[in-house]
């Protein structure tokens, strides 16, 4: 069974910024496709930025110029750098790995509140 834990949420000013990083128990240097997704109440879930094995990313138009996903093999880690915060960002945000399977993490709030 695969574990991935999320940290970094929290609250931040409109403006602000938050990293948030992805662990996984198991080596993620073989993974082609890993990344975000997040989901305010109300609404559905959407992808917020994924990254290939070759490092290849893809963002939400929402997102770009503001958000860099990136990873980190030797930590088996991957991280979500979410730069000029704005109130729309606010949401539970959810990492997933597809290894042989696709596995989430537990989620992390991240609000954007004056």
């Known amino acids: 069974q695969v574990q991935l834990v999320e940290s970094g949420g929290g609250t931040v000013q409109p403006g602000g910024s938050l990293r948030l990083s992805c662990a996984a128990s198991?080596?993620?240097?073989?993974?082609?496709?890993m990344g975000w997704y997040r989901q305010a109440p109300g609404k559905a879930r959407e992808l917020v930025a994924a990254?290939?094995?070759?490092?290849?990313?893809t963002y939400a138009d929402s997102v770009k110029g503001r958000f860099t996903i990136s990873r980190d093999n030797a930590k088996n880690t991957m991280f979500l750098q979410m730069n000029s915060l704005k109130p729309e960002d606010a949401a539970v945000y959810f990492c997933?790995?597809?290894?042989?399977?696709?596995?989430w993490g537990q989620g992390t709030q991240v609000t954007v509140s004056p």
């Open positions: 198991r080596s993620i240097s073989r993974v082609n496709f």
């Open positions: 990254i290939t094995g070759g490092s290849t990313t």
């Open positions: 997933y790995v597809r290894f042989d399977a696709t596995y």
